[in-house]
């Protein structure tokens, strides 16, 4: 019989919730990715953030790119994504002039990066200049980003989906959704945040309908107000069973990502499975089956 094509989503986690930070050897990122399958996670997201360790990826040399490559498969594993975080230390709307074009650079090497280490996704925070004082051109500014990297993304084959995030810029669907409208290219998507959109107490079945047709994948965490991280999965204010009543309504189909941080604690790996079951117990009762494979 042949397998249906609509019959699950994939259960992914982020690389914060695994032990390590795979430097440069073979052996290292053999063993950080091996914790994947270990947990029953069918892919990891990659995280290039403010730290100079995963900013450094960036740069990385075709070799390097290989062998991060070579281990993926290896491990019988994959790359659902890559989150580009860094873009909340390098504002695209920055009112530095050599901020912003340091965030179209980023732009194009996270691009890059996706591609070469065959990542579909890039996702990108919906901060405008996060840690400077609003300026009255920073939307304006990460508009003409995301407009500006569309082409380059369509040749590469990489989707970009936008993170609705915490803070005060694209704080909801709805917003991400303007930039994705403005664009009208399936390369700029939207990459919800169940937690975010709980953390700011806005109304999940609103939001998840206005990015309905649109949403690349999903992170999964659970959060509390003021709290956007490290909340037990099952302690916060999250309402799962909602959240994945209206995935269910809407036939979604996709890639989950489970955001956790674990911070290398010895059973991170434990900790992960743990918060994999919660999801896929309330997966299962909204009807949405689950499969441990990509393919």
Request: hydrophobic share 30%; no cysteine.
């Given at each position: 019989m042949t397998e249906s094509l609509t019959d699950g989503v994939t259960l992914g986690i982020y690389?914060?919730?695994?032990?390590g930070n795979p430097l440069a050897?073979?052996?290292d990122w053999r063993r950080f990715l091996n914790q994947v399958p270990e947990a029953g996670f069918s892919f990891v997201d990659l995280s290039v953030d403010e730290s100079e360790e995963r900013m450094a990826r960036l740069g990385w040399d075709q070799?390097?790119?290989r062998m991060v490559r070579h281990c993926v498969e290896a491990t019988e594993t994959a790359i659902g994504g890559v989150c580009l975080s860094v873009h909340?230390?390098?504002g695209p709307g920055s009112a530095d002039p050599a901020v912003r074009q340091r965030a179209r650079e980023v732009?194009?090497?996270g691009l890059q990066l996706c591609h070469d280490l065959g990542a579909p996704v890039l996702q990108v925070a919906g901060y405008y200049c996060y840690y400077e004082q609003m300026n009255d051109h920073a939307e304006q500014w990460y508009t003409d980003l995301?407009?500006?990297a569309v082409p380059m993304a369509a040749r590469l084959g990489v989707v970009m989906g936008i993170e609705n995030v915490d803070g005060t810029d694209v704080t909801s669907i709805r917003k991400a959704m303007e930039f994705v409208k403005l664009a009208d290219s399936p390369y700029l998507q939207v990459y919800p945040d169940l937690g975010n959109i709980a953390e700011q107490q806005l109304d999940v079945v609103t939001e998840l309908e206005a990015g309905r047709g649109h949403m690349v994948a999903i992170h999964v965490k659970d959060v509390r107000?003021?709290?956007p991280?490290?909340?037990p999965m099952g302690e916060g204010t999250v309402d799962w069973d909602e959240s994945f009543a209206v995935l269910a309504e809407q036939g979604w189909r996709g890639r989950m990502m489970i955001e956790m941080w674990n911070d290398d604690a010895p059973d991170s790996n434990t900790r992960s499975a743990s918060a994999r079951q919660f999801i896929e117990e309330h997966l299962r009762t909204a009807g949405i089956p689950v499969r441990r494979a990509l393919f």
């Open positions: 690389e914060k919730a695994l032990v050897t073979d052996d070799r390097r790119r909340r230390r390098i732009m194009g090497e995301l407009l500006d107000p003021g709290e991280r490290r909340v």
